[in-house]
């Protein structure tokens, strides 16, 4: 299966993980009390050309991406630097923090902000775009920088980074926002903050009572393992129910210290999660991933997304095509653990959210009859019960949580509405040249009866043979 390298330099070697406490020779002197310090790594992080060079011997592409007036910032800890293969421009860890001239071109549908999160910003840095859950960036800092970061608009900017009045203006809509349950810390990286500074916003969003669950975005546990201290997963666990969810692409980055970094955390309580961005040259190919996601469940991490590629400024020649993403996915369910099995989404341009993509399992269906397919291609048909009426117990009201306006699909079937029409639909079909007439002028010709009424489909509306009951409305009759 394994087909000749498109390119001449690439190696087995640039692939493979590594050992314990390695390092590039330009680290080979420094001390263990240095090296395993995320203060020192945090100072001596590389960012200059000549820097790099020390490092790795840069192709002409590299050269000239990393010389570039303007480019997204370049920052990289010892440690994460240390994993680049020095010989071998295909390494996948040097590819994603080493920037090239393709960042410098534009492409086809490229934005500055592709998921319009600044506009579906109610107060700066909380994205508010689902009924339960809020986005809240609270740095723009990182341990180093992931040349196809979404966030680049803001992302390595010392000057965008939040203050502390805007930490008060998100806090304060949190507290006057019982619709949200779920904040979710990212950034740039919230685990660079100072811990102290994390700890109170913490301490601050567990005293807002309708908030259930923190979460953190962080690749701290990547680029620089030595930064999860006892002292830091204390603070954490202070704030339970806490999730992490850590940014892993290739297994190379698995090392012995990543995997003791995640170990402090799991015994602190949290469940660990990994996001991937499936990337060109990186880890677009079924095996690389399988091992990533074997990997990953070993050090007890759950993967959870696989992104698809943001159409943001610099990423164009990171991406791939979302067929090579389903490949991947077909590659995955029935040939691994479940648990190994994290859901492929593309975030949709303009701010629609994440989408989850998967290849098709169910072939056709009858009123009795579903047929599915199996990894395989094992097809089998699954016979439906032909008495199913739905559920007929009671369900506490309080446990219905309202979704002003954004009961969308879900709302469709709850019978809230007929349909969901594109913006401008009704003066679109309102035709030029048309007029109100004898059998276009009664609106309630298309009133669906039963459709919009409270509560619907729940079960006091409900019969015994699932027909709502409403009463029927009377015509005045013209
Ligand atoms: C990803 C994201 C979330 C969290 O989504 P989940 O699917 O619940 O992980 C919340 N808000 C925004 C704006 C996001 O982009
Ligand atoms: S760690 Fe996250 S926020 Fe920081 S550069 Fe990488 S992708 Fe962007």
């Known amino acids: ?89 295909t390494c996948p860890v040097r590819r994603q923090v080493i920037p090239t001239h393709h960042e410098l071109e534009p492409f086809m549908s490229m934005m500055e902000d592709s998921l319009a999160e600044d506009k579906h910003s109610p107060v700066p840095g909380l994205v508010h775009r689902y009924p339960d859950r809020v986005l809240m960036l609270v740095t723009t800092q990182c341990a180093s920088y992931c040349r196809y970061c979404t966030r680049s608009r803001i992302v390595g ?70 930064r999860v201290t006892e002292e830091l997963c204390d603070v954490l ?10 940014h892993v692409n290739h297994p190379k980055e698995i090392t012995p210290e990543v995997a003791d970094a995640c170990d402090r955390l799991t015994r602190a309580g949290i469940p660990l999660g990994n996001q991937s961005v499936l990337l060109r040259g990186i880890n677009d190919h079924p095996v690389i991933m399988q091992k990533l996601l074997r990997e990953l469940v070993k050090i007890r991490v759950r ?13 164009g020649h990171l991406r791939t095509t979302v067929s090579k993403g389903l490949e991947i996915m077909e590659s995955l369910r029935g040939h691994t653990s479940g648990y190994s099995i994290p859901t492929y989404v593309v975030d949709a341009p303009g701010g629609g959210g994440k989408i989850p993509v998967a290849p098709n399992y169910v072939l056709s269906h009858s009123p009795d009859k579903l047929i599915l397919r199996n990894f395989e291609g094992y097809i089998a048909a699954y016979t439906e019960p032909t008495d199913y009426v739905g559920p007929d117990m009671m369900v506490p009201d309080d446990w ?30 309102h035709r030029p040249g048309g007029v109100s007439h004898r059998l276009n002028s009664r609106e309630d010709k298309w009133t669906a009866y039963g459709v919009g009424a409270p509560n619907p489909a729940s079960v006091s509306d409900t019969s015994p043979d699932g027909k709502v009951n409403v009463p029927i409305p009377v015509h005045s009759g013209d």
Not at 237 to 246: D, V
Not at 303 to 315: E, K, M, N, R, T
Request: glycine letters at 6%; a negative charge; aromatic letters at 8%.
């Open 157 to 226: 900017d010392p000057t965008e980074t939040f203050n502390p009045a805007e930490y008060e203006a998100q806090l304060n809509y949190l507290r006057n926002t019982p619709q949200v349950r779920d904040v979710l810390l990212s950034g740039g990286d919230p685990l660079t903050l100072a811990p102290k500074v994390l700890g109170r916003l913490l301490a601050e969003l567990r005293k807002i009572e309708h908030i259930e669950i923190i979460r953190i975005g962080t690749r701290v546990p990547v680029f620089m393992p030595m």
């Open 1 to 89: 299966m394994s087909h000749a390298p498109l390119h001449p330099q690439a190696t087995v070697r640039s692939q493979q993980m590594l050992p314990r406490g390695h390092r590039a020779p330009k680290w080979a002197d420094v001390p263990d009390e240095k090296w395993f310090d995320w203060k020192w790594q945090l100072k001596n992080r590389i960012n200059s050309v000549s820097e790099l060079e020390e490092v790795i011997r840069l192709t002409e592409s590299e050269h000239a991406g990393a010389s570039a007036e303007g480019i997204f910032r370049l920052d990289i800890t010892p440690y994460f630097a240390s994993l680049m293969d020095a010989d071998d421009p």
């Open 400 to 429: 219905e949580r309202k979704e002003p306006g954004q009961s969308g699909i879900y709302g469709l079937m709850q019978g809230e509405r007929i349909s969901i029409e594109p913006a401008g639909f009704s003066d679109t079909h």
């Open 303 to 315: 993967p959870y997304y696989i992104y698809q590629c943001d159409l943001v400024h610099g990423a």
């Open 237 to 246: 666990a202070e704030n339970h129910p806490l999730w992490m969810n850590i």
